[in-house]
């Protein structure tokens, strides 16, 4: 039987602190983010943005692929199978593995919307992807949604596998995902040990021309032996201080470092490197997990600049770096210990600017 929505339990004393945050983000026909923002991007906007983007690069930058660790499966598989082991497949999608299940979060293995080349494959093909018990969708845009990903999946698992979207996403879902649930913010369903919990997130939705809004978009927090919180798509928002009060911290965020420039654009619907990292203090989180960049060319930064931009911080603010973790595709982290005493695990990390300013990949 396919598990139904429960409403996650907030204290009123979080209800009244966070109201905006607890908000219904229904707006009759649509949905809305319900706490003062900016305004989301217009088209006028997007045109300017598309016209000033060939002047903002430097002349002559093409986007290179970024390193992949070609036995990055098999090596997440021979992680302590007790820990909390979190493999990243590239972009916004990752494999969770908590608690004797499997989980997999955004996937996405080919172009977006056939339209937005891949700069780096993805670690791995969705047929290696079996014994997966459930997908999580954040959102509707083409570099998460994909419904060719989600239909290879459906049929590597034999149509077993449980979807777990946003309100009003069930029908984008092609014929072959069988079992759906559709959550709105601050429901979960409950798998085996794992609550899987649908939280805000600053963003918007659209797929055409006449679908604006009309789907919910969010983050993820899977809650069993220890948390896991996926972003999703979000500007900086102060919904992160409510996430991490609600569940009394987070163990591991994936959080992204990347399509931040132009900031004059992008910043109320994708954080910047320095956004993300205080994202990481508002949810009281321990371990970093850096995700949607290299895999995609969307915006106007270089493709690897937020993982370097982090490490530099790291380092200048004098951050425990076994707590920050930016890999390479096939990369993977693993939890072991109580929730915020946890120790890691770390395979395949991306390159590390060095103090001299050479690179080198560990």
Not at 93 to 120: E, K, Y
Not at 227 to 253: E, L, N, P, Q
Not at 288 to 313: T, V
Not at 325 to 353: D, M, N
Request: glycine share 8%; aromatic share 10%.
């Amino acid at each position: 039987m396919d598990p139904h929505p429960v409403d996650t339990p907030i204290s009123p004393a979080i209800q009244r602190e966070f109201s905006d945050f607890v908000a219904s983000p229904r707006d009759g026909s649509q949905f809305r983010n319900p706490w003062p923002h900016a305004q989301m991007a217009t088209i006028r906007d997007v045109l300017r943005w598309k016209t000033e983007a060939n002047t903002a690069r430097r002349k002559g930058y093409r986007p290179s692929a970024i390193p992949i660790a070609t036995t990055g499966l098999t090596d997440f598989e021979a992680l302590p199978a007790s820990a909390t082991r979190v493999f990243w497949i590239g972009h916004a999608s990752f494999l969770v593995a908590m608690d004797g299940l499997r989980l997999i979060i955004d996937p996405i293995f080919g172009r977006a919307a056939l339209v937005t080349p891949r700069v780096t494959r993805p670690a791995v093909r969705p047929e290696q992807l079996t014994n997966i018990d459930a997908v999580l969708v954040t959102h509707g845009h083409h570099d998460h949604l994909d419904p060719a990903s989600l239909a290879a999946i459906a049929r590597a698992n034999d149509g077993r596998t449980l979807f777990i979207v946003p309100a009003g996403m069930s029908t984008l879902l092609p014929r072959e995902c069988r079992h759906v649930v559709e959550l709105s913010w601050w429901q979960h369903v409950v798998l085996g040990k794992l609550r899987v919990h649908f939280v805000p997130a600053q963003h918007w939705h659209q797929r055409t021309a006449f679908d604006r809004n009309k789907r919910l978009w969010g983050g993820y927090v899977i809650d069993g032996t220890h948390r896991v919180y996926h972003s999703g798509d979000t500007g900086y928002f102060g919904g992160f201080g409510a996430i991490g009060k609600v569940f009394g911290g987070i163990d591991a965020s994936c959080l992204p470092l990347g399509a931040y420039e132009p900031s004059w654009f992008m910043s109320v619907q994708h954080m910047s490197p320095a956004q993300a990292l205080q994202a990481y203090r508002d949810l009281a989180c321990t371990h970093f997990i850096g995700m949607h960049w290299g895999a995609f060319d969307l915006s106007n930064e270089e493709i690897d600049a937020g993982p370097r931009w982090l490490y530099q911080a790291v380092a200048d603010q004098a951050l425990p770096p076994e707590h920050f973790h930016v890999l390479t595709p096939g990369g993977s982290v693993a939890l072991q210990g109580g929730r915020g005493e946890t120790r890691s695990i770390t395979r395949h990390p991306y390159l590390r600017t060095q103090p001299d300013g050479a690179r080198t990949h560990e």
